[in-house]
């Protein structure tokens, strides 16, 4: 199954399509009105998205596949973007952002911090992705200033490695595009 959200302007609405019937169903119909990044867990029950009432705003939420249903994980003064499941199911990981300070958080199943991977308040990180082997976090970062993922232009971000063992950071890519 593929999950997607399709883009109406002022409300997001979140889809499983069937790849092999064609067939779509939507999903999360109550979330609020800016759905994004869904991504599945392991056991393909359940989808993490961000989802707010405008897409600066974000929490975390759950939402069944199987009946639509929604929970929040997270949603606080902070802004939530890109939740990743851990190869094992019981967590996640999420880019945070407030006031020019970012971060790496590792949530539960209950929406509780687990873990802070990385803090900064002079890069923006974003959108981490946990590994298959479940031992590192892919994700961007950006020098900007402190500039949210929605203020910041579309270049100049670098893709970097957490290493969920050592707990260093190896940067991949230099400001090349």
């Not at 707010?52 to 974000?58: C, Q, V």
């Not at 802004?79 to 880019?95: E, F, K, L, M, Q």
Request: proline content about 6%; some cysteine.
């Amino acid at each position: 199954r593929i999950a997607y959200v399709r883009e109406f302007g002022v409300r997001d609405e979140l889809y499983v399509l069937d790849p092999h019937s064609g067939v779509d169903r939507r999903i999360g119909a109550e979330l609020p009105a800016a759905v994004m990044f869904p991504d599945w867990s392991p056991d393909g029950t359940t989808l993490a998205v961000s989802a707010g009432d405008t897409p600066d705003r974000p929490g975390v939420f759950l939402v069944d596949a199987a009946n639509g249903s929604y929970r929040v994980l997270r949603r606080d003064a902070d802004n939530y973007r890109c939740p990743s499941w851990a190869p094992t199911g019981d967590r996640i990981v999420v880019a945070a952002y407030r006031e020019g300070r970012s971060a790496l958080i590792v949530l539960d199943k209950e929406g509780i911090t687990r873990d802070t991977l990385l803090r900064s308040d002079s890069t923006y990180l974003d959108c981490p992705q946990w590994s298959p082997s479940g031992t590192e976090v892919l994700f961007t970062v950006f020098h900007g200033s402190g500039l949210s993922g929605w203020e910041r232009p579309a270049f100049n971000s670098n893709v970097a490695v957490f290493d969920l063992t050592t707990r260093r950071v190896q940067q991949l890519t230099r400001d090349r595009g």
